[in-house]
T-cell receptor, first 115, second 118 residues
Framework: AQSVTQLDSHVSVSEGTPVLLRCNYS??????LFWYVQHPNKGLQLLLKYTSAATLVKGINGFEAEFKKSETSFHLTKPSAHMSDAAEYFC?????????????FGQGTTLQVKP | DTGVSQNPRHKITKRGQNVTFRCDPI?????LYWYRQTLGQGPEFLTYFQNEAQLEKSRLLSDRFSAERPKGSFSTLEIQRTEQGDSAMYLCASSLVGTSPYGTDTQYFGPGTRLTVL
């Protein structure tokens, strides 16, 4: 069965410093992986997705993630944090193969950005 | 704005009452999903529709829960005889599914309905 594990429940960085949010996945198939962000009182927003094309995926707001099959990882990075990046981040895998669509979410990582 | 909308945004009810939530997906999207998110957790899948057909239901969806999408557009999620354990954020998402296996099933989420059962 597919699953994702977010290795940190809480990450704190200073504004202008790099961000690293870690995610490991488990999948019997070649996975489709996503990162979503959830700001307080707002809906989940897609940051980026990996679907077996390029292993380095660029997303919105300067975020990117690298798919590493050998490490079963899909870590999210950003070179320089901004105050507006403070939010909850979810690593997500699609359940099963093909086009079933059901998303399996990690537990989430809270990103705190200090001035 | 033509994103996913959900109503109401907040619902407070007493244990034992019935509640109904509505989701309006992005207009051309053929798939609609319901998820539940409890405090401090990631969302969990409940059910989904392709057009008006309900294709899968999670074991989390007890017989007190029912979902419909009668004309393949909006959807409703009803909870009968609510319990305190039903308190959560209920999220709706929609997507447009093509023929490619990894093509277009990117899910767009609504703001959610927060249910509090007293």
């Amino acid at each position: 069965a597919q699953s994702v594990t977010q290795l940190d429940s809480h990450v704190s960085v200073s504004e202008g410093t790099p961000v690293l949010l870690r995610c490991n996945y488990s999948s019997s198939y070649s996975p489709s992986l996503f990162w979503y962000v959830q700001h307080p009182n707002k809906g989940l927003q897609l940051l980026l997705k990996y679907t077996s094309a390029a292993t380095l995926v660029k997303g919105i707001n300067g975020f990117e993630a690298e798919f590493k099959k050998s490490e079963t990882s899909f870590h999210l990075t950003k070179p320089s944090a901004h105050m507006s990046d403070a939010a909850e981040y979810f690593c997500v895998v699609i359940h099963g193969s093909g086009n079933t669509g059901k998303l399996i979410f990690g537990q989430g990582t809270t990103l705190q950005v200090k001035p | 704005d033509t994103g996913v909308s959900q109503n109401p945004r907040h619902k407070i009810t007493k244990r034992g009452q019935n509640v109904t939530f509505r989701c309006d997906p992005i207009s051309e999207h053929n798939r609609l999903y319901w998820y539940r998110q409890t405090l401090g957790q990631g969302p969990e899948f409940l059910t989904y529709f392709q057009n008006e057909a309900q294709l899968e239901k999670s074991r989390l969806l007890s017989d007190r829960f029912s979902a419909e999408r009668p004309k393949g557009s909006f959807s409703t999620l009803e909870i009968q005889r609510t319990e305190q354990g039903d308190s959560a954020m209920y999220l709706c998402a929609s997507s447009l599914v093509g023929t490619s296996p990894y093509g277009t099933d990117t899910q767009y989420f609504g703001p959610g309905t927060r249910l509090t059962v007293l």
